[in-house]
């Protein structure tokens, strides 16, 4: 059965009921503390013992006649001992309507857990689209699965094994990290760092992007409420394993994790105190922070030490970026098939919601979603009376079109709200991809908080400055569009041939685009009429034309490419036809080139 839900007398509390409330002077002071990682990252990290410690991920396939009459499979035996399992399917929401139970062999079943389909917490990068959420079941190696219809298709059970000692290890670091904060100072939010849960096992496939925060969304994992506070280390490793191998995404999807003893867990990488783009609300995941609560909060509500405890991330979180706890704002939705609304449709939401607001989910269950407007009562009593006054960053419009593969020079300022220079701030220049905002130059700037950097440019797009200042919150300039030139070059292997013969004309083009040869002769009139048109397509860059000269005279051959504004064209070749039988070798000096 579940374990009895904990209250703030419970161990594992991070927070004292009377704790002072966070002030604005203290929230500053924390973002200052905080840097760019978490406020325990400066304590030492565990000693983890390479492969000994490092979670390991295995599989099983479920044969769609494996589901009996009852919808029930028979009991399933492992490859070998699993903490966390999830279900993947080869087209549609592999969890719709199915649940699990898990034992050790010969031991006592666990509740039955719904699996959730998981694909309203879309990726950022790789697919998951098929992926349910990931259940922690604890040690097990026997399971069953039920549905109410059998599957259409085979399913595959992903699973997750953490290590005795990765878990030992992990629950000491745990323990270590909170007494050092609470030594600290008990009144700021006391954050689990990433080293302390075995993070450095599953590094990030790519380096963090970054938004801005407007929102805090709160989930639930979806897995069994039956654990001990001393699991909660080794579940948050289990959960980004499977977020990053059997998802395929970048790094765990949630920028926050707390369990049902208050305790909170760094998740996703970039720093505590800046706008890290997740993978947990999809179409909003560049506007938001995620913050997932361990467990099923469909039926049983979460406990009020955990409530204190996100009510104090979100009270120090939204007012360091600039946002209040409390009242609605308007997000533009970045769509995607399990929004509930069409890309480009303003939504307006909550400051704190719940993932259903954004997405066509349950998440985060029934009993947690009415929980919400207590955590806004919570986190109202304890946020700063106002936001912290953020920096300003400024971008020097940079031209408005750049050549394939030559730098971009961006220059501007960082300043502090009272307009002194902020110097040696790093500035991220980035562009605007499909999944978000792309760093493209990094930079730091000078004395008098100027910074320039320039890089390579090789396709059209929107391009922005950004800087995160300690103790503010992280501050962009607004888009501009730059366009991209094609770099184009031609050459000819001669400059005079016979009459009715053809001249190879090559050269390069970047990006890969056809290139049109215009083909013109000169007239009596001395103007060069167009004779005709020859488009080719290069491969690899490269490119190469036989031109035919038909009839006497000097022809100007102009290579171009590209459509619309973003075009180019290469300088012009001359040659000269000369009547056949004739000596190719000019005459005297100028006779092959141009007029």
Partial sequence: MPARLATDRTPGSLRPVDAPPLTRRRALALGAAAGLTSLLSRAPAPAWAGGATAPRSFGLDVARDAFGAGGRTAVLRAPRRFDLLGVRAARGPAGAGLEVRARRRGGRWSPWVPVGPGHDHRPDTGTGDHASDPVWTGPADELQLRCARRPAIALRVHFVAVPEAAKRRGARAVAAARARAHAAQAAVPAIIPRAAWGADQVPPRAAPEYGDVQVAFVHHTVSANDYLPTDSAGIVLAIAKYHRDSNGWNDIGYNFLVDKYGQIFEGRAGGIDQAVVGAQAQGYNSHSTGISNIGTYSDIPQSDVAMNAMAQLIAWKLPLHGAPVVGQVVLVSGGGPDNRYQAGTPVTLERICGHRDGDATDCPGNALYAQLPDLRNRALAIAPAAPVVAPSIAMN?????????????????????????????????????????????????????????????????????????????????????????????????????HAGRSLTLSGSVRPLAPVTVVVEKLGSDNVYHRVRAITVKPRRAAFSVAVALRTPGLYRLTPRTGTGVATARAASVYVRAVRPGKSLTPAGPGAASAP
């Fill in 397 to 497: 419009p940079p031209s408005t079109e750049a050549v394939y593969g030559t730098p971009l020079t961006v220059t501007g300022v960082v300043q502090r709200g009272d307009g002194s220079p902020v110097a040696g701030q790093r500035v991220l220049v980035q562009k605007q991809g499909t999944t978000g905002w792309v760093t493209v130059a990094r930079t730091d700037t000078a004395a008098d908080g100027t910074w320039t950097a320039a890089p390579e440019w090789r396709a059209a797009g929107r391009v922005r400055a950004r800087a995160a200042v300690p103790g503010s919150a992280p501050v962009a300039t607004a888009g501009v569009q730059v366009g991209c030139v094609p770099a184009l070059t031609a050459k000819a292997r001669t400059t005079r041939v």
